[in-house]
């Protein structure tokens, strides 16, 4: 069995089960509208879901090293909505996970010899390696919403702080060891 | 072959290849360190990982749900030590992964059927699920940190107000629209 030509000609079912998967995530009445019509005007937040999955499905069965930029590009599309709509970050990883039982459920029984094995897991490995990009890049968008806040939360109290000053006509050197800049 | 009889008699192949790739993943100086002698009071560090990974090795390859909060509890004890030691989540994260190929090469050639094919895919979807438990535990202990941080921020910035307000005999009531309190 060529797993590659296996899986090119198995697209459009493979990759229809994998963005329902996706849609099927949020909440039911959401993703029954997620699911209608994937227009680009009528319903966008599906049809970019839609778009990034097939990216990352061509680029996850075609790998190669030249590719790592854009399938980064494609993991921080697909994962920034998913950030910020606060879902679970096992549940957003899983995706990628779950696209390997897609895979096996569907070759199931086409797996002749040691070396076709031996490919599928080349496969999964490829596919795990992706999931832990997606890791890495659910963390620092995280890691940069928490910053927002924090710097939210600096200026807020820098402000309290100028209109305290500005009210009492209090010079910004009032205490030798204390200034607004610290903490900064 | 009854996987996990196979499974159970390599157990101390199998775990000592997983626990030196954990120990590999540190600096060469540490990672020596590590892993001479597992003793638990010159070498306490090393001697919770091998330990952690052991508890995790048992719980996985004899999985039942009923097992699921001791796995929880040696998770979070081996990802404190790595969300503390500022590892990147995809390093920590592999480390699960990386178990299913360690087992994949030790067993390979001994699959003999679909019936064989399936259960490791079973087992496989296994240490997958308990990676993506990993992420959400290592992902909530630093959201941990973040709020450590924010909240010595808040700290500093209203002892800074309190010293200002006390040196200049403000009442904390000064503004109308504003307190110490906005922001908690």
Request: aromatic letters at 10%.
């Amino acid at each position: 069995m060529d797993l590659n030509l296996s899986l090119n000609n198995s697209k459009g079912l493979l990759l229809s089960e994998w963005i329902n998967s996706v849609f099927d995530s949020y909440p039911v009445e959401s993703g029954k509208f997620l699911k209608n019509g994937k227009n680009r005007f009528s319903n966008p937040v599906g049809y970019n879901i839609a778009k990034d999955l097939e990216t990352l499905f061509d680029f996850i069965i075609n790998y190669s090293d030249s590719n790592k930029p854009k399938i980064r590009e494609s993991l921080n599309n697909f994962l920034k909505i998913r950030v910020v709509q606060d879902f679970d970050p096992s549940v957003t990883i899983n995706f990628f996970l779950n696209l390997k039982k897609i895979i096996y459920s569907n070759l199931n029984g086409h797996l002749n010899n040691t070396n076709d094995l031996d490919n599928l897991m080349d496969l999964f490995n490829t596919i795990d390696s992706i999931a832990l990009e997606a890791v890495d890049i659910f963390v620092s968008l995280k890691a940069k919403i928490y910053e927002i806040k924090a710097n939210e939360m600096k200026n807020r109290f820098g402000k309290m702080a100028d209109r305290i000053m500005k009210k009492y006509g209090i010079d910004e050197n009032f205490d030798n060891d204390t200034n607004l800049s610290e903490g900064s």
